[in-house]
Nanobody
Framework: QVRLVESGGGLVQPGGSLRLSCAAS????????MGWYRQAPGKGRGSVAI???????HYADSVKGRFTISRSNDRRTVYLEMNSLKLEDTAVYYC?????????WGQGIQVTVSS
C-alpha cells in the first residue's frame, strides 16, 4: 500500500512563495509519473505540474515560470516550489504518483493566497 502525505501549505500574500512537499511511504518500485494537481472552490481538479520518470517536466500555462516541480534523489518525495503567487492560485493542492498503472493521491493541502 502506498501512502502520500502533503505538507507546506498555508496562507500567503500575493507575490509570496510557498514550497509544498509530498512524501511517499510503502511499497514503491517504479514510479512512472509524479505530479501536482489543484482544485479551486467550485471548480474541477486540474493538473499543475508533472514530472516524468525521465525527469521531463510539464506545467499548466497558468503557472509556467512561477512554479517548479522537483523530486528527492530517492524519488520518494516530490516538491512544488511556488513563487509569485496570485489570488487565483488559491486551491486545495493534491500530489499524485502513478505507479505501475495505479494512481495514488495525497489527502490534499490548502493553499490560500490573500492580502
Amino acid at each position: 500500500q502506498v501512502r502520500l502525505v502533503e505538507s507546506g501549505g498555508g496562507l500567503v500574500q500575493p507575490g509570496g512563495s510557498l514550497r509544498l512537499s509530498c512524501a511517499a511511504s510503502g511499497s514503491i518500485f517504479s514510479i512512472n509519473i509524479m505530479g501536482w494537481y489543484r482544485q479551486a472552490p467550485g471548480k474541477g481538479r486540474g493538473s499543475v505540474a508533472i514530472l516524468t520518470s525521465s525527469d521531463s517536466t510539464h506545467y499548466a500555462d497558468s503557472v509556467k515560470g512561477r512554479f517548479t516541480i522537483s523530486r528527492s534523489n530517492d524519488r520518494r518525495t516530490v516538491y512544488l516550489e511556488m513563487n509569485s503567487l496570485k489570488l487565483e492560485d488559491t486551491a486545495v493542492y493534491y500530489c499524485n504518483f502513478l505507479i505501475g498503472g495505479t494512481n495514488y493521491w495525497g489527502q490534499g493541502i490548502q493553499v490560500t493566497v490573500s492580502s
